[in-house]
């Protein structure tokens, strides 16, 4: 290994150590009949990781990376150089990426294309050579200034055609490459205004071309997940994507809630006004989760600041949930995480990533013992009983009337039973 990262070395399970290496997260562990990287299957955001300078709205960037600034194939070239040696020193199995991500800005739709697909070829030779896989693509439809009336649901057609040529490009790419998902992120997929906005008409071409997607998908015998990350407030002041259940009703209007997924985000479900357990919980009950980003918010800010995960049982009750739903098949735990911008060195990269793995261990292998041990269902399965009985099963196939003659035949008088949340809270500490 020679670059950036020459001078650290790949990363072991060594719980006794002091220097950079996992105090948790064992990759060979078998928890719940398989090994904990098979559970997790953890992926690195290249955006956050390779592409942010460190920048932010009060200030020019701060990261001096040799990759910087960019702006040419030589340099992307090294980037992916750089970005696989970090890839082995974490043992991490995936990796994700935008197209903006990989390539330069080209000067037409085909030189895009072109260089795209260029980089594929270095990603697949890399990707063979390492055991590296791709956890999912996706088009970046939100940073360049023609999307910032939206991407699918912009007014002018151009746009529109243009935004089904670069996702177009990206799937075929992530078809090549095996990407075990194509995710869409709506970032630009709202409206400030209604004064200008034609609501409705935005919605229809949203869900119009979400279907050519889906039928794009089929025709070229791609086997991933569609996934769409649910977004809230920002940048859009109303995004269309809000939250779990604003993607189901979308889905179900159009169709599509049998093609197309969710792929979740512990920051946006907090901006949402959720919780991250929530919105998995949801999915799997509605029936389309498909995949997580794994970061955390500063609380105190408001804002989508994409830490790395830091609380275990936060992220305890996330796998619990996943758990319950049969786990992440198809999907995995891509770390949409970036550095602090006082956090200069290459070694910083690397142990935000790594204390973020063990945060991950941590709270899964709680979460799979408190499944195994019954803690949780057993007194949830207590608080329902009532409901098991025949009678209260045939109230369900019965009808208003009727029921509401039996309440008042037996003259019912129901009092209230205890919820019991401070003992299942107490329950859940002694885990994590």
Known sequence: ????????????????????????????????????KDHLRFAVAYWHSFVWDGSDPFGGGTFDRPWFPADSMELAKQRADNAFDMFQVLGAPYFCFHDHDVRPEGDSLTENHRRLNEIADVFEHKMEDTGVGLLWGTANL????????????????????????TVRACMDVTHRLNGENYVLWGGREGYETLLNTDLGQELDHMGRFLSMVVEYKHKIGFKGQILIEPKPQEPSKH???????????????????????????????ILAGHSFEHEIALAQTLGIFGSIDMNRNDYQSGWDTDQFPNNVPEVALAYYEILKGGGLTQGGTNFDAKLR????????????????????????????????????????????????????????????????????????????????????????????
Not at 247 to 261: A, D, H, M, S, T
């Open 341 to 432: 911008r006082q956090s200069l060195d290459a070694d910083d990269l690397i142990a935000g990533h790594a204390g973020a793995m063990d945060v991950c261990a941590r709270g899964f292998e709680a979460a799979a013992k408190m499944l195994a041990d019954d803690a949780l269902e057993q007194p949830r399965r207590e608080r329902y009983a009532g409901w098991t009985n025949d009678a209260a099963q045939q109230m369900l196939k019965s009808d208003l009337a009727s029921i509401a003659e039996r309440a008042e035949a037996d003259d019912l008088n129901p009092q209230p039973k205890s919820g019991r949340q401070e003992k299942l809270e107490n329950i859940v500490n002694r885990y994590v």
């Open 1 to 36: 290994m020679t670059g950036y990262f020459s001078d650290i070395a790949p990363l072991r399970f060594d719980p006794e150590s002091d220097g950079l290496a996992f105090r948790h997260y064992d990759a060979d562990r078998i928890v719940m009949g398989k090994p904990l």
């Open 142 to 165: 939100f940073t360049h200034r023609r999307f910032m009336s939206g991407a699918a649901t912009n007014p002018d057609p151009d746009v529109f055609a243009w935004c089904a040529s």
């Open 239 to 269: 995004q269309y994507d809000y939250d779990v259940a604003t993607v189901y009703g979308f889905l179900k209007r159009f169709g599509l809630e049998n093609e197309v997924r969710v792929n979740i985000e512990q920051g946006h479900a």
